[in-house]
């Protein structure tokens, strides 16, 4: 069975960091690429960050790039994300995703998410 | 950039048909996909590559598209059906649909 549990969110001031893990069990990571998605609570779905199996490609949002950085140990079966100089606007539930193997433009999985709340 | 449009909110009777869309131009030429949310709850995929449906989701769940638009129908609608649904495609970025909340009556 898929899983994929996430953690790290918590309360962080304005121009701080945090650390996102996502600890992948049920499947080989190191054969998908992995992704982060955020959803500020009532709104809509945002993709922030994706990372090829092997983790030599990475892309991210516009609104991310240069604050956050998207990494992985193949050998931990872990996802990470880097988030500094945060802002109030990052204020959101972020859900580590599967992309599916065959090309890669599906979250075919996703993990229940972990909330990050940023406030002075 | 691409945007995908979805309507705010879909209703549909119990038991009846219910109809999302979402429109982009010449979105009948890209793979969409379809993710539902139940509140408080993480998205499930639906629907892949416009059409498909992955194991455990039930056929009264499918998915067409052509055209400027692509359509995500749920037939024999259910309380259990309640929830957002988004569309989502690849356009060099991930794009996703502003979401369409599905209330059953």
């Known amino acids: 069975e898929v899983q994929l549990l996430e953690s790290g969110g918590g309360l962080v001031q304005p121009g701080g960091s945090l650390r996102l893990s996502c600890a992948a069990s049920?499947?080989?990571?190191?054969?998908?690429?992995m992704s982060w998605v955020r959803q500020v609570p009532g709104k809509g779905l945002e993709w922030v960050s994706v990372?090829?199996?092997?983790?030599?490609?990475?892309s991210y949002a516009d609104s991310v790039k240069g604050r956050m950085t998207i990494s992985r140990d193949n050998s931990k079966n872990t996802l990470w994300l880097q988030m500094n100089s945060l802002r109030a606007e990052d204020r959101a539930v972020y859900y580590c995703?599967?992309?599916?193997?065959?090309?890669?433009?599906?979250?075919?999985?996703w993990g229940q998410g972990t909330l990050v709340t940023v406030s002075p | 950039s691409y945007e995908l449009t979805q309507p705010l909110s879909v209703s549909v009777a119990l038991g009846q048909t219910a109809r999302i869309t979402c429109g982009s131009t010449?979105?009948?030429?890209?793979?969409v996909h379809w993710y539902q949310q139940r509140p408080g709850q993480a998205p499930v995929l639906v629907i892949y590559?416009?059409?498909n449906r992955p194991s455990g989701i039930p056929e009264r769940f499918s998915g067409s598209n052509s055209g400027n638009t692509a359509t995500l129908t749920i037939s024999r609608a259910q309380a259990g059906d309640e929830a957002d649904y988004y569309c989502?495609?690849?356009?060099?970025?991930?794009?996703f649909g502003g979401g369409t909340k599905l209330t059953v009556l």
């Open positions: 995703s599967r992309l599916d193997y065959d090309t890669s433009d599906t979250f075919d999985f």
């Open positions: 049920g499947f080989t990571f190191s054969s998908y690429a």
């Open positions: 990372i090829s199996g092997n983790g030599g490609s990475t």
């Open positions: 010449n979105i009948g030429t890209k793979n």
């Open positions: 590559r416009s059409t």
């Open positions: 989502q495609v690849w356009d060099g970025t991930v794009v």
